[in-house]
């Protein structure tokens, strides 16, 4: 059974430039979330996908946007980057019905410079 | 902000001790989740407690919940040095799915 897996690990951007962040779920999990963890902190919920649509949305503004392919896959873009977005992007997937027990990917962690 | 509170934020024993933390929540629940990470990781799903559920165990982990206070907490017995991690408790709400998260301890474990 493949876990999460989520690409690239590690990546530098400066600000206003745009990040894709992909994400494949594990082995018959239909249902993919995405949190945004800063460093000291909890993670913090940014929005969850089930079949393709968006299925619930965190406090984030508009420019953090998502998709989910077919094959429940699923990426996170960041638009117009701020400092304060520097941070591990962890996708959690999961399989419906569920009683929320997430599996998470090791993450990416963004640097805004 | 619906974030729950964890309590300690740090803790460091010794190998062999029994290290406990607890967790409070403001909003009613569907079931409570703890998970660890390791240094900046991903978290691994450890133990759920559902809301109609007082005490659960799990190897050397022990949840309770006191719904009536709103709060949680997990005992890890026998400590080892490879406990040493962070640990979050998260609230599950049905609604979108999503899991609110506390600030986490960080657990210590000395050899």
């Known amino acids: 059974e493949t876990g999460v897996t989520q690409s690239p690990t590690h990546l530098i951007k400066t600000r206003g430039q745009q990040v894709t962040l992909r994400c494949s779920s594990q082995s018959g999990h239909n249902t993919v979330s995405w949190y945004q963890q800063a460093l000291g902190q909890g993670p913090q919920f940014i929005f969850q996908?089930?079949?393709?649509?968006?299925?619930g949305r965190g406090n984030f503004p508009p420019r953090f946007s998502g998709l989910q392919f077919p094959n429940y896959s699923s990426e996170l873009n960041v638009n117009a980057l701020e400092l304060d977005d520097s941070a591990l992007y962890l996708c959690?997937?999961?399989?419906?019905?569920?009683?929320?027990?997430?599996?998470f990917g090791e993450g990416s962690r963004l640097t805004v410079l | 902000s619906q974030q729950g509170e964890e309590d300690p934020q740090a803790l460091s024993i010794q190998e062999g001790e029994n290290a406990t933390m607890n967790c409070s929540y403001k909003?009613?629940?569907?079931?409570l989740q703890w998970y660890r990470q390791n240094s900046g990781r991903g978290l691994v799903h450890l133990i759920l407690i559902r809301s109609n559920e007082r005490e659960k165990h799990s190897g050397r982990l022990r949840v309770t919940l006191d719904t009536s206070k709103k709060s949680s907490s997990l005992l890890i017995t026998a400590s080892r040095a490879a406990d040493t991690a962070s640990y979050f408790c998260?609230?599950?709400?049905?609604?979108?799915?999503?899991?609110?998260f506390g600030q986490g301890t960080e657990l210590s474990v000395k050899p």
């Open positions: 909003t009613s629940i569907n079931n």
């Open positions: 998260a609230n599950y709400y049905n609604q979108g799915g999503k899991l609110i």
């Open positions: 996908y089930y079949r393709e649509e968006e299925n």
């Open positions: 959690a997937s999961t399989a419906v019905p569920n009683t929320g027990e997430l599996f």
